[in-house]
């Protein structure tokens, strides 16, 4: 049986292809459809199967289906919309799987490069950690990345979150 992966926030599906490559069944959600056509021309390219969902994220629902991995990468929103997403996200994770967040940390805006220039679409790990309800979190901190800038190069403040779903 192959391992399953939920991708939120998929845009052009990068990380969905990457592990559709490597044998995954992948369901990709975004709710740019443009992005997601761009996605489904790659896939065809590499002569890989993803399913492609175009749905805005604050009124998804997660389905009965449980996946292996689900995966959010850099998914900004007022958190009034975002607690409600990885709370659902969270209901999604399957019974020993996880759930992997990275996204820009509010601490970017004063100590790091990159991201988002509004304080109303940042988070740091504790806010994200505070909606995975029962899910056992292994990693959540802020983590540098070092980004490369016409000025030479630049960290960026990461949060890292990976949580996972007792069996």
């Known amino acids: 049986m192959r391992n399953s992966l939920l991708d939120l926030a998929a845009g052009e599906g990068r990380n969905a292809l990457w592990l559709a490559e490597r044998g995954w069944d992948v369901e990709a959600v975004d709710f740019a459809e443009r992005a997601l056509e761009r996605g489904r021309a790659l896939a065809a390219r590499r002569g890989v199967r993803v399913r492609w969902r175009n749905e805005d994220l604050t009124a998804w629902a997660s389905e009965a289906r449980a996946y292996d991995l689900v995966l959010i990468a850099y998914l900004h929103l007022p958190w009034d919309a975002m607690r409600p997403i990885l709370e659902r996200a969270a209901a999604a994770v399957a019974p020993g799987g996880t759930l992997l967040l990275v996204g820009h940390d509010r601490r970017n805006l004063t100590e790091g490069y990159g991201g988002p220039p509004s304080a109303a679409v940042l988070y740091g790990p504790d ?34 979150v990976r949580a996972r779903r007792e069996r």
């Not at 505070?130 to 979190?137: H, K, P, Q, V, Y």
């Not at 030479?152 to 403040?157: D, M």
């Open 127 to 160: 806010d994200v950690v505070s909606a995975l309800g029962d899910l056992r979190i292994e990693r959540a901190e802020t983590v540098e990345r070092e980004v490369a800038t016409g000025e030479g190069p630049r960290v960026a403040l990461d949060v890292l």
